[in-house]
């Protein structure tokens, strides 16, 4: 298998604004290797919500390529695409009429092809995987806090053990301790499955804590793709605002904190 999981080439988002035109991404080229953990940073509205959508297959691209696991993202968006890519949609998105097992066995039963008793299995088999006992199985969405439904939500993206997965603000919503336990268990199962993860997020913890790459869009395009150290390091008026404004201190403190990522 290539080392290229995520490759992105010349892209452009175009959407309609009246009578004009509204350019979201302009010749924007991204790749990302495999085990990495590519975090995509970017002031509001610099498209990387809809750019996650569009290497999900969701969302098509005005021109340009986007190729994920050597196929055109275009095939993701398919039957039995959760076999390729899981992503972790930014409000967990449960299916509110079913239970806790119910919502992780989705994408097997879309399938259609294994046998129930097996479904199950499969879905406790994820359930323990993300940090939740058996009792949690029969538990409806409304009966869970924060972090559990997020926890559900990535045991449903992961239920075909996809090599890529995709969070939009995983760590968005929650308090700083089931942050942080999100975070160390997101740490453990990309170390654990091999993951190589694309991930959007504004928390400079949730960024520290799991980056192996930070990629920052701005002017339409990704201005800078490396470390975290370099890119804290690069001379642009948004990284400078963003990391070394009045969050600097933070951003500094947790550079040294998370010697992972540096
Ligand atoms: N289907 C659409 N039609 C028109 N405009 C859209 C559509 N989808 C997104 N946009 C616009 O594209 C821009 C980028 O949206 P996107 O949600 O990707 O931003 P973002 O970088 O994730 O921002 P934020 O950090 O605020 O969540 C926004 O201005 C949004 O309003």
């Excluded at 350019?23 to 495999?34: A, E, F, I, T």
């Excluded at 002031?43 to 190729?67: A, Y």
């Excluded at 997020?201 to 869009?217: G, K, M, Q, Y």
Aim: proline content about 6%; some cysteine; hydrophobic content about 45%.
């Amino acid at each position: 298998m290539s080392a290229l999981v995520v490759e992105i080439n010349k892209l452009w988002t175009v959407f309609p604004n009246g009578e004009k035109e509204f350019v979201v991404h302009k010749d924007l080229n991204l790749s990302v290797q495999r085990g990495e953990v590519l975090s995509l940073v970017g002031g509001s509205g610099t498209g990387k919500t809809v750019l996650l959508r569009q290497i999900l297959g969701l969302e098509m691209p005005t021109r340009g390529e986007i190729t994920v696991l050597g196929r055109p993202a275009a095939e993701i968006g398919r039957r039995g695409a959760a076999s390729r890519v899981g992503m972790l949609f930014q409000q967990g998105a449960l299916f509110s009429a079913f239970s806790v097992l119910e919502n992780i066995a989705f994408p097997l039963r879309e399938l259609n092809t294994l046998p129930a008793a097996l479904i199950r299995e499969a879905a406790m088999v994820k359930l323990q995987m993300v940090g939740l006992g058996p009792d949690a199985a029969d538990k409806m969405p409304s009966d869970l806090s924060g972090g559990m439904v997020k926890r559900v939500a990535l045991a449903r993206a992961l239920i075909m053990d996809p090599p890529l997965l995709l969070l939009d603000e995983p760590t968005a919503g929650l308090d700083p301790e089931s942050s942080d336990s999100f975070c160390t268990l997101l740490r453990s199962l990309h170390r654990d499955m091999g993951l190589t993860v694309v991930m959007v997020t504004h928390d400079l913890d949730t960024l520290f804590e799991l980056s192996t790459r930070i990629a920052v869009l701005a002017e339409q395009k990704v201005i800078v793709n490396a470390a975290p150290k370099d890119v804290v390091a690069f001379p642009h008026p948004f990284i400078h605002q963003f990391f070394l404004g009045e969050r600097g201190q933070r951003a500094m403190e947790l550079l040294r904190e998370y010697p992972f990522t540096v």
